[in-house]
């Protein structure tokens, strides 16, 4: 990290792409910063014609700003995505695809977003793959000036975000898979460190259960350590 930032930039690093699953070895520079690059997951355009031009400011603040919504990932993939939604565009990496799908129907849950019928069918072609795999809920947006952790609710107090709406005239969306009990021993896999924090088994260490090299950046048999 980038000394007096807070440790808000990054100066160095490495980053498994969540779109590619290849490694991406970062040096911030006017030549080199946006080989990473910080998607929206649910790209604002995309929003925008689907229902986020009938929110207010604030809200689409929040939109543009939900941690569930942001995602650092290599930026040829991003410019590629461009603005696309699930039906144009997908993660080339085929193993990334649940999470990124599960993702944008949690978004356009938590925003009341629509989904046009090509959209739904690939969210449904893509998710009935993976019927194990939950929809994540994310943490709430807080208001400015207060603290993220002291505003976010107890786990058991945030409700199951609610069926993505459709567009209208066009089909319900597909229901959301429910989130199914933690795997147990070898089972266990993480798409993301922040799955393995959610789940209350970061860090997570060489031959236990959820490790995996592509989590493990620094290759030191340690992966997804407490961030400083």
């Known amino acids: 990290m980038k000394p007096g930032t807070h440790g808000c930039r990054v100066s160095t690093g490495t980053l498994v792409s969540a779109y590619t699953g290849g490694t991406v070895d970062f040096v911030s520079g006017q030549d080199t910063s946006a080989e990473v690059q910080i998607d929206h997951v649910v790209a604002l355009s995309d929003a925008w014609q689907k229902g986020a031009q009938q929110l207010d400011a604030a809200r689409r603040t929040e939109l543009a700003n939900d941690p569930l919504n942001l995602l650092a990932v290599d930026g040829p993939s991003n410019n590629q995505k461009s603005d696309g939604d699930a039906a144009t565009w997908l993660p080339p990496a085929a193993g990334e695809r649940c999470e990124y799908v599960a993702t944008q129907v949690a978004v356009k849950a938590r925003y009341e977003l629509w989904v046009t019928d090509a959209e739904k069918r690939a969210m449904t072609t893509v998710l009935q793959a993976c019927p194990e795999h939950g929809i ?27 069926a993505v709406p459709q567009a209208p005239a066009a089909p319900a969306a597909p229901a959301a898979p429910a989130a199914p009990p933690a795997p147990a021993g070898g089972d266990v896999y993480f798409a993301r460190c922040a799955d393995a924090r959610a789940a209350g088994m970061a860090p997570l260490h060489a031959g ?11 290759g030191d048999g340690v992966a997804c350590e407490a961030r400083h």
């Open 208 to 218: 236990s259960p959820g490790y995996r090299p592509g989590l493990d950046g620094d």
């Open 136 to 162: 994540p809920e994310g943490k709430p947006v807080p208001a400015p000036g207060k603290d993220p952790e002291a505003s976010a609710p107890a786990a058991s107090a945030v409700p199951p975000p609610p």
